[in-house]
């Protein structure tokens, strides 16, 4: 998505398919080792780094909820109503990722699967004038809701996704 662009309900329904296609496409064929090895932020491998993207797609229907259903009281910043993680973001990630310790990759590419389409249906039953409702992720995005969508669930993701691959292809040679 260019800068600038207008995101329609459509395009972004269109590209959160696609993105949910290729993280389960390029996902499902890694094997167990390739899972556990290479390292990332916060010393991830590869299969925490799916537990993190299948613990973060459950959060964007909340978003979209709080959009349609702000709370009374304005944040103390001014700013557009969000929920913050206790403990800040990176906290609420690791507990993420512990919580998912013992899953599988299957477990949780199911686990991605299913959320990416609550995500979905979510999207189709909300309407433009909410899409535009200015929000702020709990991991600070501050847009209008499409737009944030747009970032956490499809550029977020793919940029994770891409660190996955990055390990297996550092991995393979």
Do not use: C
């Not at 290729?22 to 556990?36: K, N, P, Q």
């Not at 310790?101 to 991605?112: D, K």
């Not at 699967?113 to 709990?138: C, F, G, K, Q, Y």
């Amino acid at each position: 998505m260019t800068e600038g662009a207008t995101l329609t309900k459509s395009d972004l329904i269109d590209a959160l398919k696609a993105s949910g296609e290729e993280v389960l496409r390029d996902l499902s064929g890694m094997t167990g080792d390739e899972f556990e090895a290479g390292r990332y932020e916060n010393g991830w491998n590869a299969r925490e780094i799916l537990a993190h993207m299948a613990s973060i797609e459950w959060t964007y229907p909340r978003l979209i909820e709080l959009a349609k259903n702000p709370p009374a009281e304005k944040e103390p910043s001014g700013g557009p109503p969000t929920k913050s993680a206790r403990g800040g973001i990176t906290s609420y990630n690791d507990r993420q990722v512990e919580k998912r310790a013992g899953s599988s990759p299957a477990e949780l590419l199911e686990e991605f699967r299913s959320n990416r389409e609550t995500t979905i249906r979510a999207v189709e039953e909300t309407d433009e004038e909410t899409l535009a409702e200015e929000v702020r992720s709990s991991g600070g995005f501050v847009g209008p809701l499409g737009q944030v969508l747009h970032w956490v669930a499809i550029d977020h993701v793919r940029s994770h996704l891409q660190d996955v691959l990055g390990e297996r292809a550092n991995t393979a040679s």
